[in-house]
């Protein structure tokens, strides 16, 4: 079993739509919770991070974190073009790993 | 600040050849990552450095791969006798020792093996 799972879609969607990117990982020790964004051939960068079970918000943009169930999502309301990116989720504890990425687009 | 920089950003390499692969991190980081993206596909871990030490090689293949990060100079990811399959882009990222979260990744390096 991976440590971390994540659908690797495509998922495509229409502007203005919510979207839901989920990943579910298997080991206890990961304490902090991380979503990153990846355009087309460029490095990831960070988009939001939790440590504790529950919802952080910015924006457009929530994350949250159930770790009982060891289950994350990233919800993105209203969408727009310009979040057709790859977003992976990434945990850490003693080191990071990162999901396969889900990659959006966003159709305008 | 510079961010953390990949040379070279494209690397051709004829299958047995070497690949040679750096990483200069941020200013003040001093744990490294390797990490490996196959077309179409996420990034696969490869290695955690800190300086002069090896944390985790777990995602390392037991041949041909290498990885180092000396006291002075960039992060190095070695690979000997390139093969097909060994064409991906390999991304570094750097943190700093009391950072779990955020991650600042280079722009990549494109390996292609002809």
């Known amino acids: 079993q991976k440590e971390v799972e994540q659908d690797p879609g495509p998922l495509s969607v229409p502007e203005g739509a919510i979207v839901s990117l989920n990943c579910t990982y298997s080991?206890?020790?990961?304490?902090?919770f991380m979503w990153y964004r990846q355009y087309s051939r460029k490095g990831p960068e960070l988009l939001m991070y939790?440590?504790?079970?529950g919802n952080k918000e910015d924006g457009r943009f929530t994350a949250q974190v159930d770790k009982s169930s060891k289950y994350i999502s990233l919800f993105i309301r209203d969408s727009q073009p310009s979040d057709s990116a790859t977003y992976l989720c990434?945990?850490?504890?003693?080191?990071?790993?990162f999901g396969a990425g889900t990659r959006l687009t966003v159709k305008p | 600040n510079a961010g953390v920089m990949q040379n070279p950003r494209h690397l051709v390499r004829r299958r047995g050849q070497e690949a040679r692969l750096r990483c200069s991190p941020m200013?003040?980081?001093?744990?490294v990552y390797w990490y490996r993206q196959l077309p179409e596909e996420g990034l696969k871990f490869m290695v955690y450095?800190?300086?002069?030490?090896?944390?985790?090689e777990s995602g390392m293949p037991k041949e041909r791969f290498s990885a180092e990060f000396p006291k002075e100079g960039p992060s190095i990811l070695r690979i000997q006798q390139v093969v097909r399959g060994d064409s991906a882009a390999y991304f570094c990222?750097?943190?700093?020792?009391?950072?779990?979260?955020?991650?600042?990744f280079g722009q990549g390096t494109r390996l292609t093996v002809v």
């Open positions: 939790t440590y504790s079970s």
């Open positions: 990434a945990m850490s504890g003693n080191d990071m790993r």
């Open positions: 990222a750097s943190l700093t020792s009391g950072s779990r979260t955020e991650a600042f």
């Open positions: 200013k003040g980081h001093s744990h």
């Open positions: 450095l800190q300086k002069e030490n090896i944390i985790d």
């Open positions: 080991n206890s020790a990961f304490q902090y």
